[in-house]
């Protein structure tokens, strides 16, 4: 697992990469690998945070990691208006739309993966058991046999019942 602060360094280097090449390209198109960078570096940052696991001063902490996602947020809305101020809002509209659906899709792919795990499991019980049954069974019947046996054996020779 990554340190938080490495994570959220991620996106503050991306951020500064977008921005550099704002400045220096001419159309939207050329910007699609360092946004995705960027997003991809806020995605990893915001699953570190969730994660916790941190030490030190909580207050400077919450303080730093706060406010790097403001900048991250503010920062997302710069490129929102960079779309509309090239006249592309349904490009971004698109943009918007397919990420809830991916986001959806994932999540939906990772219930389906965890239902699976939880039902697997719930069989691997459910044999377990099973064969735990059988083998006791067998070893009660097992018992009950041997006793049956035994005690007919020392009957036979003793028995004169019907002489």
């Known amino acids: 697992m990554i340190d938080p602060f490495t994570a959220l360094a991620a996106v503050n280097t991306a951020i500064k990469l977008v921005k550099t090449t704002v400045k220096t390209v001419q159309n939207l198109e050329s910007l699609g690998p360092c946004l995705g960078q960027f997003f991809s570096a806020k995605a990893d940052a915001v699953a570190v945070i969730k994660k916790g696991g941190f030490s030190g001063s909580a207050m400077g902490k919450a303080l730093e990691l706060e406010l790097s996602i403001e ?4 920062f997302e809305e710069e490129v929102k208006m960079l779309f509309f101020q090239s006249n592309k809002m349904e490009v971004w509209q698109k943009i918007v739309a397919r990420a809830a659906k991916m986001t959806s899709d994932q ?3 990772d219930k389906r993966v965890r239902e699976a795990k939880k039902r697997r499991a719930a069989e691997i019980d459910e044999i377990v058991t099973i064969v735990l049954i059988l083998l006791l069974a067998a070893l009660i019947l097992g018992s009950v046999g041997w006793f049956v046996w035994e005690a007919m054996r020392q009957c036979t020779p003793n028995c004169s019942i019907n002489r």
Do not use: G
């Open 71 to 74: 900048a991250a947020r503010v």
């Open 107 to 109: 999540i939906q792919a």
